[in-house]
């Protein structure tokens, strides 16, 4: 086994997840996750947890679907033996993989969605454990990235397999800076947009439970914008994938907080049903600084796409309760899609008109210009 | 997919575990399992069913077992989640069938046991629901049973896919015949055994939750001896594995039900061991009677081999409640071990005198010579 699968099972059952001594713990395995499932199942055996080992598969759920079309009658509402098993447990660990990405691509979106709200409280007590989201790199992945498999490979590990905690330390500056701050400003070729942060929280997203952050890899500093306050122009010149669309250089212009005009190179009849979801879908959710210097290029998959270094993403549509003051709520929509803008160029970034960053590097960083 | 394995998922559902809409489902699907996952997946969305997949694997428990030792500590008593899980559900589909039968071979005994005693109660749970073993071929079953991939694949789905409602009807004059007789005699070269059966009641082992049934295949007609009725000599001509070692040509000797005397041409050793673990070891806890004409050769697995036409069996150890009066126990044993003899040369079985099999054929059946 390759030692780095072993290291990776250790991020997340130590790092992440925090299991402990008579934890119950569910281990959630995909296709082709064999290896990285039985390191995880030797560290919680060491580590005194107790293991339920469920198999997620696309296949699998695409065929349930498709077989309920054919009954006639509704989903069950939270089936109790599921909802027992996620009630009880103390974590969930998700481990995708995965031989196709597009396994699902002919279950109609109607069935996946009257299923996702008939197992609404099933979601919610997952989301009540101390979960963590992380994938084992597959070949379908790689071919998803427009990798080879080994070079993926590097590429996951790269991402993963960091010094968590003293990028925990160095993110908590950005925190620090974002929470003292209002006015973020973020300027480059095609983009000059600034909002307010004033009364926000920053999520300090180390990878670990204990830092409120859920998905390994993570490594980006994330809070909630004043809805009413974003103004100007963003150019997001990383290409996306929405709703199976491929979508390229998106430009948004701002007014009062609201999109008032946008273009896209490629999938612009996508962003614009995008758009017009809801009302929040037009507002930005979310500002993220991606902070992982692992990660170094882009993959077509936001679980790495957003927290590499030297990025900023913004999103359209919810904003995360962390972000917000007690039993304030911001903004809202049945979307949250992130969009990537790369900072490694000329580019800065200001809070309350201080440069925090200049074409990529910290001001607390070596080679920094303020 | 081949056509078989949608046969063998709307037998197991429909017929086995009769499965209805609203069942919540455990699905455990064995490393080799996905196509029969997958049209298992299909049929409960068919029937309005709610199923959750659960990752059964050697490796996986091999890998948390050999974890474990490394634990200073007990295992937890039935972690909260999985028994909830299983006691909330309202069937268990067991799917078996793995890329090596001896995956496990490094796990020490003792380990192994003290997880299973400290998961009794969750080992109950599941029993207490419609359960229903199966397999699906892999080449690792190819391999234990000295076979090719294709040709086991042909023997599995031979046995499986029986017309089982007209079996269910052949194996019901059997039992009438068990439950209305008192003596059994089992005659062949080597063998003459005499045993009372009375105020037994035999099970037919149709393959389905509603014959008492939990095994597809199955195909047998099975009770409980009176324990201190057996008399006489026995020869058990197909070979089986006990504990890890090929066993063959065990020769038991009979006195008040006792075994007084053995031998085996390969592994006594083992045999006698078997016979030392406690006093119920050294009585018989079952007779059978393979029915099972799709089965025609013997695989080293006794799913299979101990329903094949033309044999008999019968444990050493432990009786099954079902065969026993209301509140009696049957012969107690830690161990149940069956041992099969070949019926289809010269031999008879008789009830109360009357010869109810000949070389193999029934009494009912065309070419008995009575």
């Known amino acids: 086994m390759d030692e780095r699968v072993r290291r990776h099972a250790e991020t997340l059952v130590d790092w992440s997840a925090r299991i402990e001594a008579g ?3 569910i281990v959630s395995l995909d296709e082709g996750t064999h290896d990285l499932g039985v390191a995880v199942a030797r560290l919680l055996g060491e580590r005194g947890a107790n293991p339920v080992f469920v198999r997620q598969s696309d296949e699998l759920t695409r065929a349930y679907l498709q077989g309920h079309e054919a009954f006639d009658g509704e989903f069950t509402a939270d089936p109790a033996h599921e909802l027992a098993l996620c009630e009880s447990a103390d974590a969930y660990l998700s481990i995708r993989g995965g031989h196709n990405t597009t396994a699902m691509a002919d279950v109609p979106g109607e069935i996946r969605q009257a299923h ?3 197992t609404k409280a ?6 009540a454990t101390d979960w ?9 992945l790689a071919q998803q990235a427009g990798m080879a498999f080994e070079e993926y490979r590097d590429f996951v590990y790269d991402a993963i397999l960091r010094d968590w905690e003293s990028l925990a330390e160095e993110m908590a500056r950005m925190k620090e800076i974002l929470d003292d701050g209002d006015e973020v400003r973020i300027v480059r070729e095609g983009t000059d947009l600034t909002m307010s942060v ?16 859920h998905n390994l890899p993570s490594g980006e500093v994330f809070t909630a914008p004043v809805e009413d306050s974003v103004e100007g122009e963003v150019h997001f010149d990383v290409p996306m994938t929405i ?13 009062d907080g609201e999109v008032v005009d946008f273009t896209a190179e490629a999938g612009e009849t996508v962003l614009a049903d995008l758009l017009d979801t809801d009302a929040g879908a037009r507002r930005l959710g979310e500002l993220g600084i991606g902070m992982n210097r692992g990660i170094d290029r882009f993959t077509d998959n936001i679980l790495f796409d957003e927290k590499m270094g030297e990025t900023v993403h913004l999103a359209l549509g919810r904003a995360y309760d962390a972000c917000l003051p007690e039993g304030e709520s911001g903004n809202d929509s049945a979307i949250h ?3 990537i803008t790369d900072m490694s160029g000329d580019s800065r970034l200001e809070v309350d008109g201080e440069v925090v960053q200049r074409n990529g590097t910290f001001r607390w960083e ?4 303020g």
């Open 122 to 127: 099933i979601r919610q007590a997952r989301l």
């Open 337 to 339: 899609t992130d969009m």
């Open 23 to 25: 934890d119950d713990v």
């Open 116 to 118: 996702a709200k008939a």
């Open 243 to 255: 709703n199976d669309t491929r979508v390229r250089d998106v430009r948004l212009t701002f007014e």
């Open 198 to 213: 004033a009364g926000r929280t920053a999520v300090n997203s180390a990878a670990s439970v204990a830092y409120d952050s």
């Open 132 to 140: 963590v989201a992380t994938i084992h790199p597959t070949r379908s």
């Open 366 to 369: 070596d080679g920094f210009e």
